[in-house]
């Protein structure tokens, strides 16, 4: 709270149940939150399509080479998606190929 009142100035016009309970939020603040919890959604995401895609690296998985490599590139891509441009907010998630 004392950052907040520091941006603010003082908060006693608002009242007690304002000033003491946190109500007031400054823009900004919220919103680096709100940034991090994104990421880690997509992150998950992307940790998620990798787990299911896991199957096209066995050895038996019955694969073309040319097949094989296609997968190895969507891989590569999701891994990387965190670098990627728009990320967390607009991420262009790779095709997944067909098999």
């Known amino acids: 709270m004392a950052g907040i009142q520091e941006k603010l100035g003082d908060l006693?016009?608002?009242?007690?149940?304002?000033?003491?309970?946190?109500?007031?939020?400054?823009?900004?603040?919220?919103?680096?939150?709100?940034?991090?919890?994104?990421?880690?959604?997509?992150w998950d995401l992307a940790k998620q399509k990798l787990r299911d895609c896991d199957w096209t690296m066995l050895s038996d998985a019955g694969l073309t080479v040319q097949q094989k490599e296609q997968w190895v590139a969507y891989r590569l891509a999701l891994r990387n998606i965190r670098s990627?441009?728009?990320?967390?907010?607009?991420?262009?998630?790779p095709a997944v190929p067909t098999t």
């Open 12 to 42: 006693s016009w608002l009242g007690e149940a304002y000033a003491d309970q946190g109500w007031v939020q400054v823009e900004g603040e919220a919103s680096a939150e709100v940034m991090v919890d994104k990421a880690v959604t997509v």
């Open 84 to 93: 990627s441009a728009g990320y967390p907010d607009n991420v262009s998630w």
